[in-house]
């Protein structure tokens, strides 16, 4: 596994919590309102955007397309911080209490991306951000489906697995943009 590749996760996840932790700090945790597939949807409106940019190869809305990465990234962490805190009523949560939530799930996620990258030997790095675009958007349809049968599969990966590799995705689009920028 590359070190560089570790270093370059590292650096946009860094990135990424700063945004939610500014943001939490702003807005508090209203995100806790939205049922998981509200928080699907919200993704699913951001990677709809980059490929609809893509596709017209331009955009009236001057938000650059690194940004919505970045949300993709954040709020699939929301999602799977929300499914952890299912029993939690509470709608107002101090960002000292999400930070450990946030740091385990970036740190896991990263542990699938490290095994993952063994195994595909970097595949990603010739991969083309609209390809990745694609990828993110069919993981949605995917959660969106296992969310309409309850979350019940039969012998696929589950809702969390497809959040995860939703980031490592958007994660492997920053670095990309980054690169050719």
Known sequence: MKTQTISEYNEVITHCKEL??????????????????????????????????????????????????????????????????????????????????????????????ENKNHDYGEAWRDMRVSSITDIILMKLYRVKQIEDNSGKTLVSEGIEANYQDMINYAVFCLIKLKDHA
Not at 82 to 87: A, I, V
């Open 20 to 113: 939610f932790k500014k943001k939490t700090l702003d807005y508090g945790t209203a995100w806790r309102i939205l049922r998981l597939p509200s928080i699907t949807d919200q993704i699913f409106i951001k990677a709809q955007r980059i490929r609809s940019i893509q596709e017209k190869g331009n955009q009236k809305v001057n938000d650059p397309i690194a940004d919505e990465f970045i949300g993709i990234i954040n709020y699939c962490i929301i999602a799977l911080i929300q499914l952890q805190l299912q029993q939690d009523e509470r709608l107002e949560i101090p960002f000292d209490e999400l930070e450990p939530l946030y740091d385990h799930w970036a740190n896991a996620t990263r542990g699938l991306l």
